[in-house]
């Protein structure tokens, strides 16, 4: 069974700190990683990572995928309270479901 | 459309009786997904179609959920006779499948409740 975990769970730091997310992955045929931004109920994509060590950048985020730790990190640099969300990590294994396995998700609470 | 619509947004609902959720993907995707989320939950998979044909309906959580695609478009998730642990936000998602990239674009959702 494909499966997704994300840490930490939840995570409340203030106004201008750094924050690192983590994903690790378990699946039979690993095709793309992608997360996902999360506010009120519909995600909001953010990033795919299909290739190991390059990373994707978008403004104070940014992403990179090790495919030999079988893992990923979400980076956000001078934080921002409109940056309070859920994150979610989901792959594509293009297995049985063909479509994207997600993780529980890190619920980021920024403090001003 | 412009983007995954879906209806109703909110859906409060008594126990046992049958709901319909709707989702209108992205003109031309040709993938669709059925999600739900429970309160403080991920994302749990409930099903794929790829056209209107669905190769994997084993997220399902039981015989009282459905869905079907037409015209390989609009999507129903029907769940009947209601149980309060079915309260939850559902939500759809398409994508356009072909080659390696399956960025999957999500509607609001439809968050239900049953009472």
């Known amino acids: 069974e494909d499966k997704v975990v994300q840490s930490p769970l939840s995570l409340v730091v203030h106004e201008g700190d750094t924050v690192t997310l983590n994903c690790s992955y378990e699946v039979t045929n690993f095709r793309s990683l992608l997360w996902y931004k999360q506010e009120k109920k519909a995600p909001t994509f953010l990033f795919m990572l299909?290739?190991?060590?390059i990373e994707k950048k978008s403004g104070r985020l940014s992403s990179i995928l090790d495919k030999k730790e079988l893992s990923s990190i979400l980076n956000i640099t001078a934080t921002q309270t409109g940056d309070s969300a859920i994150y979610l990590c989901a792959v594509d294994s293009g297995g049985g479901a063909d479509g994207l396995t997600f993780g529980k998700g890190t619920h980021l609470i920024i403090q001003p | 459309g412009a983007g995954v619509s879906q209806s109703p947004s909110n859906k409060v609902t008594e126990k046992g009786k049958d709901v319909e959720l709707r989702c209108d993907p992205i003109?031309?995707?040709?993938?669709l997904y059925w999600y739900r989320q429970s309160l403080g939950q991920g994302l749990e998979f409930l099903i794929y179609f790829q056209g209107n044909s669905a190769p994997d309906k084993s997220g399902l959580p039981s015989d009282r959920f459905s869905a079907e695609r037409t015209g390989g478009s609009v999507s129903t998730l029907t769940i009947q006779r209601t149980q309060q642990e079915d309260s939850a936000v559902y939500l759809c998602a398409s994508s356009q499948r072909g080659g390696r990239f399956t960025e999957a674009f999500f509607g609001q959702g439809t968050r239900l409740t049953v009472v």
């Open positions: 299909t290739s190991s060590g």
């Open positions: 003109s031309g995707h040709t993938a």
